[in-house]
């Protein structure tokens, strides 16, 4: 390994370890782990999805593997395998925006792409963002779009691909619902 790539991975660990302490918002997600997704990209897809967020002030706690039955307020992320699926083929990820946990993501279809930690890291910021929404609903512009351009591409490559204002205002407030919601369980209301 050389100098270039201690400093990268450094850099990933610090992104990626959890932001409890510098966020005011901050969601549970877990990822479980597949080993046909090197770990390597899946670790860098890990820190752009946590930058997209880091930049609309909500930290995400990231644990490794499935969350227990009846947990509540997190979101769940695992690879499932496409050819499973009747879904157009452009379909990358899914979302059960409706369920509010779920998202399955399509490895197979990813991996062939060219830079796949950069669309694998963009593809889960976007289903998050469904789940947080619980709505199926796209944008006109930006990571909330149905179908990226190869314009949008190449801002992901930069980190430069962000959300509509109105994706942020929808997503800050069904996190806020989202807790409020697990605080009137715990209140036993
Ligand atoms: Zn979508």
Same mark, same amino acid.
Request: some cysteine.
């Given at each position: 390994?050389?100098?270039?790539?201690?400093v990268f991975l450094l850099l990933l660990c610090g992104t990626v370890l959890p932001a409890k302490q510098r966020f005011e918002r901050v969601?549970? @997600?877990?990822?479980?782990?597949?080993?046909?997704?090197?770990?390597?990209?899946r670790m860098a897809a890990q820190s752009i999805t946590t930058s997209v967020f880091a930049r609309i002030g909500i930290?995400?706690?990231?644990r490794m593997g499935r969350p227990l039955k009846h947990a509540e307020g997190v979101i769940a992320l695992r690879f499932v395998n496409a050819c499973d699926q009747a879904l157009p083929g452009d379909t990358l990820a899914i979302a059960f925006p409706?369920?509010?946990t779920r998202i399955h993501l399509f490895w197979d279809r990813i991996a062939i792409r060219s830079?796949?930690?950069?669309?694998?890291?963009? @593809?889960?910021?976007?289903?998050?963002a469904?789940?947080?929404?619980?709505?199926?609903?796209?944008?006109?512009?930006g990571i909330m779009k149905a179908h990226w351009?190869?314009?949008?591409?190449?801002?992901?490559?930069?980190?430069?691909?962000?959300?509509e204002d109105t994706d942020v205002d929808l997503i800050r407030s069904g996190l806020d619902n989202r807790r409020l919601h697990i605080g009137s369980h715990a209140a036993g209301r």
């Amino acid at each position: 390994m050389n100098a270039a790539c201690l400093v990268f991975l450094l850099l990933l660990c610090g992104t990626v370890l959890p932001a409890k302490q510098r966020f005011e918002r901050v969601l549970t @997600v877990y990822l479980d782990p597949d080993p046909v997704v090197p770990a390597f990209t899946r670790m860098a897809a890990q820190s752009i999805t946590t930058s997209v967020f880091a930049r609309i002030g909500i930290g995400l706690d990231w644990r490794m593997g499935r969350p227990l039955k009846h947990a509540e307020g997190v979101i769940a992320l695992r690879f499932v395998n496409a050819c499973d699926q009747a879904l157009p083929g452009d379909t990358l990820a899914i979302a059960f925006p409706y369920e509010g946990t779920r998202i399955h993501l399509f490895w197979d279809r990813i991996a062939i792409r060219s830079h796949p930690e950069a669309l694998l890291g963009h @593809v889960m910021a976007h289903e998050i963002a469904h789940l947080l929404q619980g709505v199926a609903r796209h944008s006109e512009h930006g990571i909330m779009k149905a179908h990226w351009s190869g314009e949008d591409h190449s801002a992901m490559r930069m980190n430069a691909l962000v959300f509509e204002d109105t994706d942020v205002d929808l997503i800050r407030s069904g996190l806020d619902n989202r807790r409020l919601h697990i605080g009137s369980h715990a209140a036993g209301r």
